[in-house]
């Protein structure tokens, strides 16, 4: 009963909370959909980072170019090459890098463009370690 | 013996296909004695594949080359505690373990229902042998573990050094468990679906392996964070990775099944949403499995392109469709036999415990899918990173703590207002002891939902024991007996409801772990040569001196580090990192492979109820590289006994040089309340697994249920 007396129909009263959920649903996914897209960064091969821009946050995927990991004081220095190809670009990263990382291993890393290079974000770098789960011949 | 290997599979597809075909026959035509032939066909392959699967793990555990798989994840060298869990590190060894655990498990849910819901189970008993054979075929024709080699190796390539961790032996099983596990409620619910018997029976039948999946599910994740943290080198547990991701998942979903199948059998209520959530953990267990053999997301486990997407996507595209249309097509008898009366009712409570872990589900599945939802949409493949899953999954996660102090102390079907302040009013100023408590004390108060975490937690947590004391004290009035009889005796008698009381304290005390352990955590990476000290988190930590240790696999190459507080000593650590001989002897010279293969980090950990000090060494090798150049090239052809010579000489002047080394120390507090939280988590599920005494069961309400013929009777109540 309302104070004025005339009754709420069941029926009407469960269709608008059901609308009223449904609403803060779609609001919360819309949220949740926007964040993702603005918060992202994303993916590059190290071809399409060369003309990349300092202003935000990519995810580098490529090989360790052979030969190029040089550590200078606590930061590590490295090239990431294309997994088909030639191109590569500069990376310095500071910290402890994953036990798998060496010389031609899959990496993923979140840098920014800084000056000539690539500076990576801390503990953003992952290594994909080939000795699991693929069919590797043995030599 | 390996032939037979093949031979096995083969039959366990033949198996299948009679089984399926039995089933649904026998179903259709109500000839009873073809539906119970086809449960015969689930035990049948069920020994089958028990066969297959010995055979893979004696070759591996006797280091049989001739197989393929044995020779590419396996090696004399390997330590015999790893050969066998070295059986499922190969993608072929994993499948097989997967399709053997569906029909052991398979086996057991028909056993247990043999005799009764004969139509559901004939159907559930087609759907799991469909999983099954949609497995054999992927062992047969795409990743067969029985594959030989010729001509047969003398040695293997041997298990990554990464892999080489107590856990794998039983991390992998569990989670496979889990997964396999969930494919029995969905079958079970498609098979109601189809039959049009959706009443509360196919729960009821179903309901212990619903738990016991998320319960193995749960000790996989658990594993895999420990291992993590103890092993990977980066001091962290939970990374949001896809494929921990992938596991959650269905655990989430899983968590909210089991609360919302309770609403069903006492109230008739919530028959779309539970079948609805059947149907997705089954999908998602099965998303979870393509997730780490597809490669099809960039993560640290899944690796190298697989052939295996395709007949993934294709399967996981049929559990929908089917699920969707089977729901949609029976919607009129999944009508709810009652509406929410109240919200304060217990089964309001589980809807919105129901509603917060399919939420957390979906940030997880949108965060994790987000790579490829941004490719359809922009073109590019884009990624979200841990900060975007923390900002929605901290918030859902203090919610989800406070409802698991709520729900168990609210009655079903209704409560009181009268009797709200009786029951919250101890939680509630537990919760605000803690926030006085803690909001003085320094830097608590800066980190406002950690704080608002452990409020929450002493709310639950307050809530639950009062709860159990309740119960206690009226079951000592009723029955005179002392009070701890009375406790066990309550405990006994309902065993899935104090089981679960004790996984709710258990997920508040891991959670007050994570809170902590996250937002009070002091991390360093230091540079230091011996004598040098870093200071982390108000402790002083020294290089003392490098070590070194020569074994049979390894180079082991460690720092002695000395930890004190206010010059008073607290621990000695030893981090190292060994190193694995690579077999890649053209490319990195004859000594030089020594030092290039994997190398895996040993923490130095000092583990504490309060506390970790953990600490990782990365050693320098630069110093010795001009040595192992020069032996690589003055030995080229070195034997065994001058390898041995040059790596021993190395490693001393490594010693005698004594480097920098690369540290990582974290301190971090309440760590080991994650484990304790999660030990006690195991606890209560096993609990709640353990069989109740029979005794009739009864529903709350008098209302009659709805018959299948009937459903329009439904709609006026």
């Known amino acids: 009963m309302r104070p004025g007396g005339e009754t709420v129909d069941p029926a009407r009263r469960r269709r608008i909370r059901l609308v009223a959920a449904l609403g803060a649903a779609v609001l919360l996914a819309g949220a949740l959909a926007y964040s993702s897209f603005t918060a992202s960064s994303p993916a590059k091969s190290p071809s399409q980072l060369l003309h990349a821009d300092g202003a935000r946050s990519y995810q580098l995927t490529g090989t360790v170019l052979a030969g190029s990991v040089r550590r200078a004081g606590g930061t590590l220095g490295f090239r990431v090459r294309d997994r088909t190809g030639t191109r590569s670009v500069p990376v310095s990263y500071t910290g402890v890098v994953p036990e798998a990382f060496r010389e031609g291993r899959e990496v993923i890393v979140t840098v920014r463009r800084q000056r000539a290079g690539f500076v990576g974000e801390p503990d953003s770098l992952i290594t994909k370690c080939p000795s699991k789960f693929t069919t590797r011949k043995p030599s | 013996m390996t032939s037979l290997g093949s031979a096995l599979l083969a039959l366990a597809l033949v198996i299948e296909a009679y089984g399926i075909g039995a089933s649904v026959y026998g179903v ?11 449960r015969r066909a689930v035990y049948a392959l069920a020994a089958v594949l028990t066969l297959a699967f010995a055979i893979l793990v004696a070759a591996f555990v006797r280091s049989d080359f001739s197989l393929a798989v044995v020779a590419e994840h396996s090696s004399t060298t390997t330590p015999a505690f790893y050969r066998a869990a070295a059986a499922w590190s190969a993608q072929e060894g994993s499948l097989l373990l997967w399709v053997w655990l569906l029909s052991v498990w398979s086996s057991l849910a028909l056993l247990q229902t043999r005799g009764r819901m004969r139509d559901v189970a004939a159907y559930a008993q087609a759907v799991l042998l469909g999983f099954a054979g949609f497995f054999t075929v992927l062992l047969l024709f795409l990743a067969d573990p029985f594959e030989r080699l010729h001509p047969v190796p003398q040695q293997g390539v041997g298990l990554s050094p990464l892999l080489r961790h107590p856990s794998m032996m039983f991390h992998p099983p569990m989670l496979y468990s889990g997964y396999t596990l969930f494919a029995i409620p969905f079958a079970f619910a498609i098979g109601a679906l189809i039959a049009r018997r959706v009443d509360a029976q196919w729960i009821r039948s179903t309901r212990r392996f619903a738990l016991a999946a998320w319960f193995f599910l ?16 980066w001091g962290g547990y939970w990374a949001w990775d896809p494929v921990e991701n992938a596991s959650l998942m269905p655990w989430l979903t899983g968590t909210a099944f089991l609360h919302s199948i309770m609403i069903q059998e006492k109230r008739g209520m919530l028959k779309v949403w539970n079948i609805s959530l059947a149907l997705a953990m089954g999908t998602l267990a099965v998303l979870g499995t393509f997730l780490v053999r597809s490669g099809i997301l960039d993560s640290i486990h899944a690796f190298g392109a697989s052939t295996l997407g395709l007949p993934f996507v294709t399967l996981i595209a049929v559990m929908i469709a089917a699920s969707v249309g089977l729901v949609v097509s029976r919607r009129d008898l ?7 009366t109240s919200l304060l009712s217990r089964e309001a409570a589980f809807l919105g415990n129901n509603l917060v872990l399919v939420g957390l589900a979906f940030v997880v599945f949108w965060g994790t899918f987000f790579p490829l939802i941004s490719e359809a949409v ?4 884009a990624a979200v990173g841990p900060p975007w899953f923390d900002r929605y999954v901290t918030p859902l996660a203090l919610v989800l703590v406070l409802l698991s102090g709520i729900g168990p102390a609210l009655a079903w079907g209704g409560f009181s207002r009268a009797r709200l302040a009786s029951t919250f009013a101890a939680p509630l100023v537990a919760g605000l002891l803690v926030l006085l408590g803690l909001a003085s004390v320094g830097g608590i108060a800066r980190k406002p939902l950690a704080l608002a975490m452990f409020c929450a937690a002493a709310f639950t947590l307050t809530a639950i024991s009062q709860e159990l004391w309740r119960g206690t004290l009226a ?4 029955t005179g007996e002392a009070t701890p009889v009375a406790l066990a005796a309550l405990v006994g008698r309902n065993r899935r409801r104090y089981g679960g009381y004790t996984v709710h304290v258990g997920i508040a005390v891991l959670l007050v772990g994570v809170a902590a352990s996250t937002a009070f955590q002091h991390v360093r990476d230091a540079r230091m040569r011996p004598g040098d000290t870093a200071s982390v988190g108000g402790y002083d930590i020294t290089y003392l001196r490098p070590t070194s240790a020569l074994g049979a696999e390894k180079i082991t190459l460690g720092a002695v580090l000395n930890v004190s507080k206010a010059g008073r000593h607290v621990a000695t650590l030893i981090p190292s990192r060994g190193y694995y001989p690579s077999l890649d002897e053209a490319g990195f010279g004859r000594i030089g492979r020594f030092f290039n293969g994997d190398s895996t980090s040993e923490l130095g950990l000092h583990a504490s109820l309060a506390r970790d ?4 060494a990365q050693p320098e090798l630069s110093v010795v590289e001009p040595i192992i150049k020069d032996a690589d090239r003055r030995f080229p052809d070195a034997n065994a006994q001058l390898e041995g010579f040059v790596v021993s000489t190395v490693v001393r002047r490594y010693v005698q040089a004594a480097p920098v080394v690369d540290f990582r120390l974290i301190v971090s507090p309440l760590v080991a309340w994650i484990w304790i939280g999660g030990v006690i988590v195991v606890g209560g599920a096993m609990v709640a697994l353990w069989p109740a005494p029979r005794r009739v069961r009864s529903r709350v309400t008098s209302t009659p249920s709805v018959t299948p013929g009937n459903p329009g009777s439904s709609a006026a109540s």
């Open chain 2, 475 to 478: 079951r000592r009035a009723l």
């Open chain 2, 218 to 233: 749960g000790i996989g994740i658990l594993l895999g964070a420990r291992w993590s943290y103890a092993e990977l080198g």
């Open chain 2, 378 to 381: 922009t073109g590019s493949k």
């Open chain 2, 334 to 340: 999944l009508r709810s036999e009652h509406r929410l």
């Open chain 2, 28 to 38: 259709r035509a109500r000839r009873p004695e073809w539906i119970e032939s086809g």
């Open chain 2, 613 to 616: 000090i953990w600490t990782a």
